[in-house]
């Protein structure tokens, strides 16, 4: 089977986590950012992840996907019930345009294969400087401002239950929270609490996804 993904992409790494941990074989094919075509061949529209099966039949949605794959290979326990995610996520919700004027200026400027191109560099920041109403420049220029709003909520969240808490499996949880945090380690100078440090690494480890840590700005 195939995933279509983006590296900078939430969903996606939904995705990769629930495929690592469940030890599905997959290939994994980073699309450009302004690869429109091969979307909407795929699924009929541009979006990903797309999971690809062996048939050929492609399913969209990363939670759908994520649930297909959860139930593959019995050998691997199966996610956890959601039980937190709702709670964390609506911390993350308060300061939404504050995270994407972190993120989305940073995520063209650290080689990430869907930004491979200058043109999908150009497709990616058109459409992200109208989302937040600001060029890529300005918000870089207010990363003071932004990084405060954002570690003042990472501050502020309940207690994240580390995987080896349960016998280092996987939890829907997991799957909802860990690429909000994950895609923030790209903000170099980003105070993160310790215990928060530590949730990313365990479930980084666990489900074999990379952090963006060596590679802030």
């Known amino acids: ?7 900078h992409c939430p969903f996606c790494v939904r995705v990769e986590m629930a495929a690592h941990y469940k030890q599905i074989p997959h290939e994994k094919v980073y699309l450009l950012n302004d690869d429109e075509a091969t979307c909407l061949a795929l699924i009929g529209s541009k979006q990903v992840p797309i999971l690809q099966l062996d048939d050929g039949q492609c399913i969209a949605e990363s939670l759908d996907i994520a649930r297909l794959l959860d139930q593959m290979n019995d050998d691997v326990p199966a996610l956890r019930p959601l039980d937190m995610a709702n709670t964390v996520t609506a911390h993350f919700d308060t300061v939404a345009m504050h995270t994407r004027c972190l993120l989305y200026p940073r995520n063209i400027m ?3 294969p869907e930004f491979a191109t200058q043109s999908a560099r150009d497709y990616f920041q058109h459409k992200k400087e109208k989302t937040i109403a600001r060029t890529f420049a300005q918000a870089m220029q207010e990363t003071a401002e932004h990084q405060a ?7 502020s969240l309940p207690a994240l239950p580390s ?8 939890g829907w949880d997991d799957i909802m929270i860990y690429p909000l945090l994950r895609n923030l380690t790209i903000v170099k ?3 993160f609490p310790p215990t928060v440090i530590d949730y990313i690494e365990s479930v980084a480890d666990l489900t074999q996804t990379d952090t963006y840590f060596d590679h802030a700005v």
């Open 163 to 170: 995987p080896a808490q349960y016998n280092n499996t996987l």
């Open 189 to 191: 100078g980003l105070q």
């Open 149 to 155: 709003a954002t570690q003042a909520m990472l501050a």
């Open 110 to 112: 650290i080689g990430l």
């Open 1 to 7: 089977m195939k995933l279509y993904l983006y590296d």
